[in-house]
Structures are given as structure tokens and as C-alpha cells.
């Protein structure tokens, strides 16, 4: 489940991010986890849009009644979540990418391996 899979400029975006000193220098390119905080920040954008949809009948030609509206209205939230999220969002995925990395390395320091 990651909304914004295959993303081709990552580490263009990774290196935009260092030079607005959103993540340190020596911060490293990994293009899974990039992705990955980039997927969270589209999910925190489909709940924030999708809240103010609730409650709204109808779409414009649609009408109150119409089969699938709410299939389709979900399927617009999604895209808008993944859609500001690609023009940079409120700047959630620098964040969410730098604790990624802190925790994965404090992680792989904490767990030895088997001796032989």
C-alpha cells in the first residue's frame, strides 16, 4: 500500500530536501523509504480531504442517488491525497523519511547477529 510507488525523481526530491535543510547533509538516498514516507503523508491528506467530504450528498450531475458515488468520491480523495503530496505537501515526508532512517539504524545496531 504505498500510494506513490515508482516515484522516478526521489532522489532529485531527497536532494531538494537536504538543501532546504530538511534533512542533514549526509542524509542517505533510499529510494523504499522515501516512498514509504511519502505514502504516509498522501494517507494523512486522504483523511484530512476526506473529513471535510463528509456529510456532502450528491456530486453535481450525479445526484444524491447515484450508484457508486461513494466509490468514486474515494477514489478522488485518494488522488488529491496523492496529489499534493508529489507537489510537496506541508513538508511531512522529509520528516517522516529522516526518523525512518534514525530508527532503522538505531534498530540494526541493536540486534547482534547469531555467533558461530
Do not use: C
Not at 523509504?33 to 486522504?46: D, I, K, S, V, Y
Not at 450508484?67 to 488529491?80: A, F, K, P, S, V
Not at 508529489?86 to 555467533?115: D, N
Amino acid at each position: 500500500m504505498n500510494p506513490i510507488a515508482s516515484n522516478p525523481n526521489f532522489a532529485a526530491e531527497i536532494q531538494r530536501a537536504k538543501s532546504a535543510g530538511l534533512l542533514p547533509k549526509g542524509t542517505p538516498v533510499n529510494r523504499k523509504a522515501w516512498e514509504t514516507a511519502q505514502g504516509l503523508e498522501a494517507n494523512f491528506f486522504q483523511t484530512m480531504v476526506g473529513s471535510m467530504f463528509e456529510g456532502v450528498k450528491g456530486e453535481g450531475a450525479m445526484g444524491t442517488e447515484a450508484t457508486g458515488q461513494d466509490t468514486w468520491r474515494g477514489m478522488l480523495i485518494e488522488e488529491y491525497g496523492k496529489s499534493i503530496t508529489a507537489k510537496g505537501g506541508i513538508g511531512l515526508t522529509p520528516a517522516i523519511y529522516r526518523e525512518m532512517l534514525r530508527h532503522q539504524e538505531s534498530s540494526s545496531h541493536a540486534v547482534q547477529p547469531p555467533r558461530n
